[in-house]
């Protein structure tokens, strides 16, 4: 089987990749490096080092490669920089996604797995864990993004019978995340006690989230795979709400940190409460995390350690 990834440099997109190539698979990643990095692809992966929002681009690697399935990860993924710049958000996330959508019809790809976002998607739900029949009302352009994107796919299923699943992430945590943006607090806060600095939390550390380790994250990529599964979206998570500061004692136990954070104002815009509801996921894909929130931060760590990071 033939793969695009697009933001295979990623955290997320390389693990992937890491496991299609173990499959004996091959792999096309395309992605511009402005997160990613090099040394994350797979060194048996083909790699692209180019902008999705180059529609002549994708159209001349398509036309070259001719991948089964395209998977697409490449994206703005910072929420809080989609309010300042949500033109440039869209631009990414919006038209490179249709740029890419428009390729996969003419070249007849078998199936695009997208990955979109459980805690945007939906907005501020009023009960949890909330399933993908809840209303969408993104409270964030970036969520507004992903939501958009999801429509295209499926329109072109209804048009053309292009085949999709958009995988609803949770929070994702795990080895490669970078602690340097805004995203990944697991990665942020890690890296903060290891070095004996006080991590920040916005808020009062009750937000809370569906947190998932990457592997499991993964499994879901490979299990939309079968031909058999409905073109749909999923939530993919834990089912389980977890608090900024529950993930903060879980990191501080596993790294033997004992200082208090440093607590901030919340920052507007962002979603407080959410987990999904996987029953739909579990059922249809025959998928279900298997990975514990401590089995995951203890590979964090040990990751983190390990590298330069540290
Ligand atoms: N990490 C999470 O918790 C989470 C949750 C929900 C959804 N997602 C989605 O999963 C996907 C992967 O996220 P991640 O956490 O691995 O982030 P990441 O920043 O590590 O990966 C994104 C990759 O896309 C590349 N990229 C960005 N803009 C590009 C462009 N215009 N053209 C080509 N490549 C581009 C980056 O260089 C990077 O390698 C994203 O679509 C993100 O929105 C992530």
């Known amino acids: 089987m033939k793969h695009i990834v697009t933001g295979g440099a990623g955290f997320i997109g390389s693990h992937l990749v890491d496991r299609l190539i173990d499959a004996g698979d091959e792999v096309m990643v395309i992605d511009n490096l402005s997160t990613g990095k090099r040394e994350f692809v797979n060194a048996k992966a083909k790699f692209i080092e180019g902008d999705i929002v180059d529609k002549d681009m994708i159209e001349r690697v398509y036309s070259e490669y001719k991948p089964d399935y395209l998977h697409h990860l490449a994206a703005q993924i910072d929420v809080r920089y989609s309010f300042d710049h949500p033109i440039i958000d869209a631009q990414v996330n919006i038209i490179g996604t249709l740029n890419l959508i428009e390729s996969a019809r003419r070249y007849s790809t078998r199936r695009i797995i997208f990955a979109s976002s459980g805690g945007t998607v939906y907005g501020e739900p009023d009960r949890n864990p909330v399933p993908e029949s809840y209303p969408n009302i993104p409270v964030s352009p970036y969520g507004m993004s992903k939501l958009v994107s999801e429509k295209y796919l499926d329109l072109y299923k209804r048009l053309y019978g292009l085949n999709y699943v958009s995988l609803r992430l949770g929070n994702v945590f795990g080895p490669r995340q970078s602690p340097k943006g805004e995203c990944g607090v697991f990665s942020i806060f890690a890296l903060k006690m290891l070095k004996g600095e006080r991590p920040k939390i916005y808020g009062d550390g009750t937000a809370t989230r569906d947190y998932i380790f990457v592997d499991d994250v993964i499994d879901s990529f490979i299990a939309s795979l079968d031909e058999n599964i409905p ?37 507007p815009g962002e979603v407080y409460q959410i987990s999904l509801d996987i029953s739909k996921a579990k059922e249809n894909l025959k998928w279900e995390p298997k990975t514990s929130l401590e089995e995951g931060v203890r590979k964090l760590i040990e990751y983190i350690k390990e590298k330069e990071f540290y």
């Open 231 to 267: 073109s749909d979206y999923y939530n993919i998570g834990r089912g389980e709400e977890t608090s900024t500061k529950e993930v903060y004692d879980l990191l501080a136990k596993v790294v033997g940190y004992s200082e208090e954070p440093i607590y901030s104002d919340p920052r």
